[in-house]
């Protein structure tokens, strides 16, 4: 019975943060391409990749903040159970 709400836990948050995840990135590197076709300096390259960096690693933060809610919920589901 506990292994039902444990595919409930994850089917509800890591699957679809999985997917929000992957289309987030590819925005965020076609944006990225764009803007790089676009440049016209190399000081303008490298304000690009910054921001770039800067933003992969807001999302890698969301994203492991949103797997640590899961785990606190198989948490919660362990402790019923």
């Given amino acids: 019975m506990a292994s039902i709400r444990y595919s409930e836990v994850i089917k509800s948050s890591g699957k679809r943060s999985l997917q929000n ?3 987030r990135i590819k925005k965020l590197h076609q944006n990225y391409d764009a803007q ?3 440049a016209k300096s190399k000081a303008k390259l490298r304000q690009i990749y910054l921001k770039h ?4 690693q ?3 933060q969301q994203h492991l903040k949103e797997e640590g809610t899961t785990i606190k ?3 919660k ?3 019923k159970g």
């Avoid at 960096?53 to 992969?56: N, T, V």
């Fill in 58 to 60: 807001k999302l890698l």
């Fill in 53 to 56: 960096r800067k933003d992969h």
């Fill in 21 to 23: 995840l992957g289309k």
């Fill in 77 to 79: 589901v362990l402790e």
């Fill in 73 to 75: 919920r198989l948490g």
């Fill in 36 to 38: 790089i076709r676009k």
